[in-house]
């Protein structure tokens, strides 16, 4: 989760700039936040001290990383850190290194740095950035299949989150609905899960829409429900396909074919499952007889 970061102190035409990119994170248009952050940093190369400068690069990478292309950000990223300059900065700058390691798999390595972001946001005293620490970490337990950690740090960061925060809080439901669901906690999950897509999408959210979307066709599936899963995995597929997201489609595939199978559906099945196999694993000719002959949700974990 991104554009979180706000400093107070800062120069005005730095801070409109800055404060444009975080809207367009909010409303889930990353590629016009990263336009407005490389502003930002080209200004504070011109007329900025260098705290500014690292706080601008630090806006700009949380954009990059996000959209894919966040590796030519890390070295200075881990400068930022290890010079220890500035508490705020450094604590950027590590919450930004975790969110690249979690984007990449590497899931030992974010841990590392998300909770270096956490203890200095606890240092710092900021609840909003202790609470997307721990959703943080919570993500990357999550990946891992610790769920019942993954809760704990979920719910840590719901109850640390500002209440005005909507779409990081949005966020955070879809992370702890999906948990409850996996633990069969299906009443609790189902209701965040829905709380999760009504915020997003009522701001306009479209992009983070299809999160809590995906994660409700595994909780109709996980329920016994596979023509309410259909339906909610094909909103979620028209999203996806205009917005883009390479992982969600894998795995909204998975379970859309599943979903099909189980409502009797072997054609539509294997059709997706055929789409799933040529876009993803070209030289699996198998797959999609495999996919068919077992239980398709014991492979997927949509967070990792």
Not at 168 to 191: H, P, S
Request: hydrophobic residues 40%.
């Amino acid at each position: 989760m991104i554009g979180e970061e706000t400093v107070e102190g800062i120069p005005a035409a730095f801070e409109e700039l800055r404060v444009r990119g975080a809207q367009a994170i909010e409303a889930g248009r990353l590629e016009e936040a990263e336009r407005y952050f490389e502003e930002a940093f080209v200004w504070a190369e011109q007329h900025g001290e260098s705290n500014l400068l690292d706080l601008a690069l630090c806006n700009r990478a949380a954009a990059a990383i996000d959209l894919g292309r966040g590796e030519r950000e890390l070295p200075r990223l881990r400068e930022i850190l290890m010079r220890g300059a500035d508490p705020v900065n450094c604590r950027i700058a590590a919450y930004n290194i975790a969110r690249y390691y979690e984007l990449n798999k590497s899931f030992k390595k974010a841990l590392f740095y998300g909770q270096i972001a956490r203890d200095r946001s606890e240092h710092l005293g900021r609840r909003d950035w202790l609470a997307s620490s721990h959703n943080l970490i919570g993500n990357l337990l999550l990946a891992e299949s610790f769920f019942e950690k993954a809760c704990a740090e979920f719910e840590q960061a719901l109850a640390l989150s500002p209440e005005d925060a909507v779409v990081r809080r949005a966020l955070i439901k879809d992370n702890l609905g999906y948990c409850y669901t996996v633990q069969g906690r299906y009443e609790e999950g189902f209701r965040l899960l829905f709380e999760s897509y009504r915020s997003l999408r009522r701001l306009g959210a479209i992009r983070y829409s299809v999160l809590p979307r995906v994660a409700l066709c595994f909780a109709y599936l996980e329920v016994g429900r596979p023509a309410r899963a259909l339906r909610c995995g094909r909103e979620a597929l028209d999203t996806i396909e205009t917005t883009g997201g390479s992982e969600m489609m894998k795995n909204l595939l998975y379970l859309l074919g599943e979903a099909a199978n189980l409502n009797g559906d072997l054609e539509l099945a294997r059709n997706y499952f055929s789409r799933l196999q040529r876009e993803f694993y070209p030289d699996a000719g198998y797959l999609p007889d495999f996919l068919l002959a077992i239980d398709v949700r014991k492979l997927i974990n949509l967070k990792a």
